[in-house]
């Protein structure tokens, strides 16, 4: 398994520069979260540990992801989630094994499906990730998003039952 050694935990008190490391390079490159590429380190945080975060683990942090609810009300039953690989972490399974995880975690959380909103459809490795997991292209939002070199994009909305 290419992720072995990998513990996946629930965020602790006192983890908030780990996360930072992580979010800030992503958020900052600006091309696959519709996220102000200059947030501040507060502001990044509180979005990304508002519900339910995570940390995957090996030998030190080498991912994030949070499960949190898509809408409220009578939406509340489907999770929506972010994840993020740290740099240098790509390619050895940490995303899949992440994605594992919440699949069980939203299940036991309560929730009874999974929805990601806004999935751009540059993100490629992402998008086969999340197909292979199951999820289904429910929609597709023409030019939703411009990526940092002044381009457009379409985001795609992804969805599986757990």
């Known amino acids: 398994m290419e992720a072995e050694g990998l513990h996946i935990r629930p965020v602790a008190e006192g983890e908030d520069d780990a996360i930072w490391g992580m979010l800030e390079p992503v ?4 091309d696959t979260y519709a996220i102000d590429p200059q947030i501040g380190r507060a502001d990044a ?5 508002s519900e339910h975060a995570y ?9 994030t992801f949070y499960i949190r609810r898509n809408q409220r009300g009578g939406g509340s039953h489907v999770c929506n989630c972010g994840y993020i690989t740290a740099r240098g972490a790509e390619g050895k399974g940490i995303a899949r094994a992440m994605l594992s995880f919440s699949l069980v975690e939203a299940k036991r959380l309560g929730f009874e499906a999974m929805q990601y909103n806004f999935v751009l459809d540059t993100n490629t490795r992402a998008i086969d990730t999340w197909a292979r ?3 289904t292209q429910i ?3 023409p030019k939703a998003f411009k990526l940092p070199d002044g381009t457009y994009t379409d985001a795609l909305i992804l969805h599986r039952f757990l």
């Open 27 to 30: 958020f900052r490159a600006g």
């Open 133 to 135: 997991a199951g999820f």
């Open 45 to 49: 945080l509180a979005y990304w540990t």
């Open 55 to 63: 940390i995957a683990d090996a030998s030190g942090p080498v991912g």
């Open 139 to 141: 929609g597709r939002i």
